[in-house]
């Protein structure tokens, strides 16, 4: 099973700073199939990030991911307050293939 | 616009059997793969397993030994079978649609089961 752990596991800001959260996988994962999610207390995930790097519809520019391999990043170049929330990175793969998820970066006001 | 919508029981007892269902409306279920998802209270969120339409069914192997999931093409629904449940199946349960690159693109509200006596 690939383990996915995200850092950190909060992280404090303020509206219009930038936002970097990390994803690590304990082996090399297919960008293809590696997604970020935001989550809202008492709401379902919503898909962010896909393919490693492409927004899903209707996602702010200010939403953008990269990496490769074993290290990804989302990133939110200025906070908005609707932004503080959780965030899931997210892959398919592995050897049974399955997803797994990251634990979670809690991302509050400061 | 794809809508999801989990039903069931809220409450089920230990070592009895939680059933599920996800019906899809606005779309087909068609060339997609659905899965299930379940999330602990204030915990991160767990893989159950996902079929595609086909009836092809991949589970996480942690699960699979308890869990059946299932599909009524004629109803558009999916459904989540997950025996011997304990307090540890106490969960929001989420159904939710893979597509591009299996990314899960919709999801449904959740429903809250909890396992008690």
């Known amino acids: 099973e690939i383990v996915l752990t995200q850092s950190p596991g909060t992280l404090s800001l303020s509206p219009g700073e930038r936002a970097t959260l990390s994803c690590r996988a304990s082996?090399?994962?297919?960008?293809?199939?590696l997604a970020w999610y935001q989550q809202k207390p008492g709401q379902a995930p919503r898909l962010l990030i896909y393919?490693?790097?492409s927004r899903a519809t209707g996602i702010p520019d200010r939403f953008s991911g990269s990496g490769s391999g074993t290290d990804f990043t989302l990133t939110i170049s200025r906070l908005e307050p609707e932004d503080f929330a959780v965030y899931y990175c997210?892959?398919?793969?592995?050897?049974?293939?399955?997803?797994?998820f990251g634990q979670g970066t809690k991302l509050e006001i400061k | 616009q794809v809508q999801l919508q989990e039903s069931g029981p809220g409450l089920v007892k230990p070592s009895e059997t939680l059933s599920l269902t996800c019906t899809v409306s606005?779309?087909?279920?068609?060339?997609?793969?659905w899965s299930w998802i379940r999330q602990p209270p204030g915990k991160g969120l767990e893989w159950i397993g996902y079929?595609?339409?086909?009836?092809?069914?991949i589970y996480n192997p942690s699960l699979k030994s308890r869990v059946t999931i299932s599909v009524d093409t004629s109803k558009n629904q999916i459904s989540l079978k997950l025996s011997s449940v304990t307090a540890a199946d106490t969960a929001v349960y989420y159904c939710?649609?893979?597509?591009?690159?299996?990314?899960?693109?919709?999801w449904g509200q959740g429903t809250l089961v909890t396992v008690s006596s």
């Open positions: 939710a649609r893979g597509a591009q690159q299996l990314a899960l693109d919709y």
């Open positions: 606005g779309g087909s279920i068609s060339t997609y793969y």
């Open positions: 079929l595609y339409y086909s009836g092809t069914t």
């Open positions: 082996q090399s994962v297919s960008s293809r199939y």
């Open positions: 393919a490693a790097s």
């Open positions: 997210q892959q398919y793969g592995g050897s049974p293939p399955m997803y797994t």
